[in-house]
């Protein structure tokens, strides 16, 4: 049977935490090796910038990128330690969530994925590297 998006996102965000934007800042803070990953394609983060120190990978190349089997060249060192903590983000959530949920069915142990995206980490007051500039 076919699905819809928000059916895929759904079941995604079934499987994996959902943590606010707040929370995710506090993750960020506590613990250095917690990696922000923000699945939006590189064109659609230029006006919202991005969570400092996040690592840009698109939701399609996500899991080329932490995968430990394909050539090196491939592969994004940050995404190579499955117990590493790892908070998923993207405009409104509901990508992010697909997202941890790949990373969660690749073994990582640790996901989760930022309620409401980009929108609310803005709304939040939260820093983006937009802001630095």
């Not at 943590?19 to 923000?38: F, N, W």
């Not at 991005?50 to 080329?64: E, F, H, K, T």
């Not at 069915?105 to 500039?133: C, H, Y």
């Amino acid at each position: 049977m076919s699905k819809t998006f928000m059916q895929m996102a759904k079941e995604a965000m079934a499987q994996v935490p959902g943590i606010k934007p707040e929370e995710a800042y506090k993750r960020m803070k506590a613990d250095s090796k917690t990696v922000v990953v923000d699945v939006r394609d590189a064109a659609d983060t230029a006006q919202t910038g991005l969570v400092p120190g996040s690592l840009n990978i698109s939701l399609g190349m996500l899991a080329v990128r932490a995968d430990r089997e394909l050539p090196e060249t491939f592969r994004h060192p940050d995404l190579q330690d499955r117990s590493r903590p790892v908070i998923a983000i993207c405009s409104l959530g509901p990508n992010s969530a697909r997202g941890a949920r790949e990373l969660k069915d690749m073994g990582f142990s640790n996901v989760a994925f930022v309620e409401g995206g980009m929108q609310a980490w803005i709304e939040a007051g939260l820093p983006t590297n937009k802001d630095q500039r």
